[in-house]
């Protein structure tokens, strides 16, 4: 039973599941009161998680170099993106200076 528990991917299978409810709890105001945090916390720690399955489950963290690095930096552009466009999306300030939303 010990060595069931000692493989890479069981550790890591207990992080991604450790990691799910964290969001969860920080969905549900777990440690962050402001919606805006949390949520910009859970995206974050989504797109950690999409990495480690990217690397061991899909297993390119022993793939050539070129295709991890593309795989990473996907995960990282695709990371940057969301959260800032959710950031925006969600600033007051931001939401003043577009025209479209003014009238609303």
């Given at each position: 039973m010990a060595a069931w528990f000692s493989g890479r991917i069981t550790v890591i299978w207990l992080f991604l599941v450790s990691a799910?409810?964290?969001s969860f709890?920080?969905?549900h105001g777990l440690g962050?009161?402001?919606h805006r945090y949390a949520s910009a916390a859970i995206l974050i720690v989504a797109f950690i998680k999409v990495r480690f399955v990217i690397l061991d489950f899909m297993e390119l963290r022993h793939a050539p170099s070129v295709l991890r690095?593309?795989?990473e930096l996907w995960v990282v552009?695709?990371?940057t993106a969301l959260v800032t466009l959710?950031?925006?999306g969600t600033d007051p300030a931001a939401q003043a200076n577009w025209p479209h939303i003014n009238g609303l």
């Open positions: 799910t409810l964290l709890g920080m969905g962050i009161r402001d690095i593309v795989a552009l695709a990371a959710f950031w925006l």
